[in-house]
């Protein structure tokens, strides 16, 4: 450690500033504990604004504070949860802001298969609350597909089990999404397969898969994590495409056999629920195209003895016709002779009709006749019902000139009055307005604005005022006091009346 100088006490104990002892502690303790793993339970993790991560490491004694740097948190291998059991990795330091060590970690991993379990358990029944294990989204598989979309590693034997399988039972188009299967980034990988396959436009270039199977070799619960994780499991259920999951071996079980349309045991068996066997489907096809040729030729037969039953009951056909022509011989003979009756029938009735029809003069001449009698009776109307016109037309004009001499008296009185009364009136204003006041002898006082100046305290000396007498308007000027001008006022009040 860093030694200061003696205090002026004289002895030697060393003396630090707080910012010293901080960090010489700093690097005691970063130089004692360079690189540690530390087994402990997550409690309190929080994700503030800066992308950095706070938690604490705990156990049934004691509790060690613990951050995941920003750009340390994709590489720990796993999400940070509350209460899950791992192992920490990373270097051990102190904080002299708040006077504590703390753990730097760079590295996760789950504390042991149990706690695996604990996790995988938790996270199912997460994910089946929310409705992702439903056997009601689960769709159909086709029966024959034509590409089959896989998602698994380029390199390892799955792919051939799966090809060699396809080939075996029914040759298909098998479209290869390459993905890492272990790791890190496993689980975005397949999660990103699933969701672009889907992607893939229905003619497109790239065929759209009509199945995909998402397939992985055997391995420890480790190995098969990805498959577990929340991103992979949401993508399987959100697929449009059937989904088959053929992740490990039969006894393996893991998240997305869950969200899947099915679940096969191991990659091959994913490879025979895809298709049918080809021979056996060619067998079955044979087999109903015999039934279906023997029910046709059975049918053809007993179709044939029910028309020869049906022919023995018809009678002769040349029977039927040779019948049919008399009858049509007999009928043309009534037909003849009902047409010539018909006929002097109608010329008959047609005679009696002519006789007593009127030729088209005769009819001419009736209607002229009718039409001069007529026209007599309208002239005598006429000629009665002008004179009674002539008649009501006088009356009418005489009882018109007696309204028109009414109405002129009527008008002439009105306007009289109206006079009378309008000359009252201008009477009436010529006596209230001021300009006889100021002919009586009076003055009208206003101000520099107009306004009239009704008393002497209403002034102010200097101020200059307008007078108007009865012959016109003489400017002024007030000389003295408010006071003076109200006692001068107070003098004149008996010669001079009040004007307003």
């Not at 789950?110 to 409705?131: I, S």
Request: aromatic fraction near 4%; charge should be positive.
């Amino acid at each position: 450690m860093d030694a200061a100088l003696p205090d002026a006490a004289g002895h030697n104990q060393p003396e630090f500033t707080v910012s010293e002892l901080a960090a010489s502690l700093k690097r005691e303790v970063e130089r004692a504990f360079p690189r540690v793993r530390v087994r402990g339970e997550i409690s309190q993790p929080s994700f503030p604004r800066s992308g950095h991560c706070y938690f604490r490491l705990k156990d049934m004694d004691a509790v060690l504070e613990a951050v995941a740097w920003k750009g340390s948190l994709p590489r720990l291998g796993m999400k940070i949860e509350d209460g899950l059991e791992v192992i920490a990795s990373g270097r051990i330091t102190t904080y002299p802001g708040s006077s504590k060590y703390q753990i730097v970690v760079d590295r996760l991993e789950m504390a042991g298969e149990g706690a695996l379990l604990k996790l995988l358990e938790e996270r199912r029944k997460k994910l089946a609350a929310e409705g992702l294990f439903d056997e009601g989204r689960k769709k159909p598989l086709p029966y024959l597909p034509e590409v089959i979309g896989v998602v698994t590693s380029p390199s390892g034997a799955v792919i051939r089990d799966i090809l060699h399988r396809l080939a075996d039972r029914f040759p298909r188009h098998v479209l290869l999404w390459p993905v890492t299967v272990q790791g890190d980034r496993a689980a975005g990988e397949i999660a990103a397969a699933i969701a672009g396959f889907n992607r893939l436009a229905p003619g497109g270039t790239v065929p759209r898969p009509d199945l995909v199977i998402v397939a992985r070799g055997g391995g420890s619960l480790e190995d098969l994590w990805a498959f577990n994780e929340e991103i992979v499991v949401r993508a399987a259920a959100a697929s449009d495409i059937p989904l088959i999951s053929a992740v490990g071996h039969e006894t393996d079980t893991t998240l997305i056999d869950f969200a899947a349309d099915r679940r096969a045991p191991t990659p091959s068996a994913a490879a025979e629920m895809a298709v049918p066997v080809r021979a056996e489907l060619l067998a079955s096809l044979r087999e109903i195209d015999g039934r279906l040729l023997n029910g046709l030729n059975r049918r053809v037969r007993e179709a044939g003895t029910e028309l020869a039953g049906l022919a023995r009951g018809l009678p002769d056909p040349r029977r039927l016709v040779e019948e049919c022509g008399q009858r049509l011989d007999e009928v043309g003979g009534r037909l003849t002779v009902a047409a010539t009756n018909l006929l002097a029938l109608r010329r008959g009735a047609f005679a009696g009709i002519a006789g007593r029809l009127r030729t088209p003069r005769e009819a001419i001449d009736g209607k002229a006749r009718d039409l001069s009698a007529a026209w007599d009776k309208l002239g005598i109307v006429a000629r009665g019902f002008g004179e009674r016109a002539r008649q009501q037309t006088a009356r009418g004009g005489d009882r018109l000139d007696a309204v028109v001499a009414r109405l002129k008296l009527s008008t002439a009185a009105a306007v009289d009055r109206r006079g009378q009364r309008l000359e009252t009136l201008g009477q009436l204003l010529e006596s209230y307005s001021f300009k006889g006041t100021l002919a009586r002898g009076f003055a009208l006082v206003r101000d520099g604005g107009g306004a009239a100046v009704q008393t002497a305290g209403a002034t102010s000396p200097g101020q200059r005022l307008a007078i108007e007498f009865a012959d016109g308007r003489i400017a002024a000027t007030v000389e003295g006091g408010g006071g003076t001008a109200r006692r001068v006022a107070k003098e004149h009040a008996g010669r001079q009346g009040s004007l307003l």
